[in-house]
């Protein structure tokens, strides 16, 4: 609290943030859902840091276990239809959008109504699962004057740089972190992590390697980036 207090006329002053966090949760029947391991960690840290630099921060929050931080707006969501709406809504009216979610790519294509029964004679369970919308890439193609300055999350177990360049590109985003989940103790579920900066340049782009370290001074550290990029490219809204 006295963190956000001292903040108020800090870097980010007046600068509408929004965050995505948690993983989302797609329905399978009433009693059971498809979703990963995000504990929303990271994305609540970035939320409180940009709030404490005196950000208007509005957190987009699948179903997680931590508190809200402190003067931040919460809008809880499950599925990811629901997250793709409320950040198609709230994004062209922010400087910077931080997509931190882990959003199930797919969902059943048809949720049963009532709970799906198992049978003797039944081994094996077949889903059809549909392709949920790209919300960072639809925010990223939002038209100027409407667009935020986009960061995205790539969570990888191989290959980082090269899926983490190739995501920058395809979804037309602006910087995004990525980061190695198949590391014990960093990443999902810890309150350590460590990662990679990658953002666009004129030319190009540039890095910069972030060593382990608590997730909130990497959250810090990701601001004081994307604030900096933000400032370059744009007045910001
Ligand atoms: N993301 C999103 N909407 C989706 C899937 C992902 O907005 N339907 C965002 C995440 O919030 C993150 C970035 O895209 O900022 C990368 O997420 P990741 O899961 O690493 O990438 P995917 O697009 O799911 O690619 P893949 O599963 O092939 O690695």
């Known amino acids: 609290h006295i963190r956000q207090v001292l903040g108020r006329d800090g870097d980010l002053a007046g600068r509408k943030i929004v965050?995505?966090?948690?993983?989302?949760?797609?329905?399978?029947?009433?009693?059971?859902?498809?979703?990963?391991?995000?504990?929303?960690?990271?994305?609540?840290a970035l939320a409180a840091e940009a709030a404490a630099q005196g950000a208007r921060v509005?957190?987009?929050?699948?179903?997680?276990?931590?508190?809200?931080?402190?003067?931040?707006?919460?809008?809880n969501v499950e599925t990811a239809v629901q997250m793709h709406t409320a950040?198609?809504?709230?994004?062209?009216?922010?400087?910077l959008f931080i997509g931190c979610a882990a959003?199930?790519?797919?969902?059943a294509a048809n949720a049963a109504e009532h709970k799906l029964k198992?049978?003797?004679?039944?081994?094996?369970?077949?889903?059809?699962?549909v392709k949920n919308p790209d919300i960072i890439a639809d925010v990223a193609a939002l038209p100027d004057g409407q667009r935020p300055f986009v960061v995205g999350f790539a969570a990888e177990t191989q290959d980082?740089?090269?899926y983490?360049?190739?995501?920058l590109a395809r979804k037309g985003l602006d910087m995004i972190v990525a980061n190695d989940v198949s590391q014990q103790g960093l990443g999902f579920g810890s309150d350590d992590n460590a990662a990679l900066l990658l953002w666009r340049t004129s030319d190009g782009s540039?890095?910069?390697v972030a060593p382990p370290q608590p997730k909130t001074q990497l959250a810090a550290l990701i601001v004081r980036h994307a604030l900096t990029h933000l400032s370059l490219t744009s007045s910001g809204a």
């Open 103 to 107: 959003v199930a790519d797919y969902r």
């Open 87 to 95: 950040a198609l809504e709230l994004a062209p009216q922010a400087a």
């Open 58 to 75: 509005t957190l987009i929050s699948g179903p997680v276990n931590l508190p809200t931080p402190q003067g931040v707006e919460r809008l």
């Open 160 to 162: 980082i740089e090269r």
């Open 164 to 167: 983490a360049q190739d995501k």
């Open 206 to 208: 540039d890095r910069l």
């Open 19 to 44: 965050v995505s966090a948690g993983g989302t949760q797609e329905p399978v029947d009433p009693v059971r859902v498809i979703t990963n391991r995000s504990s929303g960690k990271m994305g609540y």
């Open 118 to 129: 198992k049978t003797d004679d039944q081994d094996t369970l077949t889903l059809t699962l």
